[in-house]
């Protein structure tokens, strides 16, 4: 009960942004561990955060997936969009990224 509530607290995202992070950590170690980086892949780290750990399999071809997402009448994949927006550059401010491995 805890951990939910510190979850969807609408006025604390610490513990939302804490796990999140964590997750993703715990899956580039085990990609990492199994001899695939995947640190650099923003679209595989995103398909495996939407489909969740059960689901990540290391392997040398990963595909991008997970739930579908229409927007203005065009179908995504949750890892596809989060691909997307990546390397958009709209956090470029914020978020420095090395477009030289798009």
């Given amino acids: 009960q805890e951990l939910f509530l510190r979850l969807t607290e609408a006025k604390e995202h610490y513990y939302s942004y804490l796990y999140g992070y964590l997750f993703i950590r715990h899956i580039e170690n085990q990609w990492k561990m199994s001899g695939h980086d995947i640190s650099t892949r923003p679209e595989i780290l995103a398909t495996l955060f939407n489909l969740g750990f059960k ?8 595909a991008v997936g997970g739930s579908e997402i229409e927007i203005n009448g065009i179908k995504y994949t949750f890892g596809a969009l989060a691909f997307e ?7 470029q401010n914020d978020f ?3 477009n030289s491995k798009q």
């Fill in 55 to 62: 689901r990540s399999q290391p392997k040398s071809n990963p």
């Fill in 85 to 91: 927006f990546y390397y958009s550059g709209q956090l």
């Fill in 96 to 98: 420095k990224f090395d």
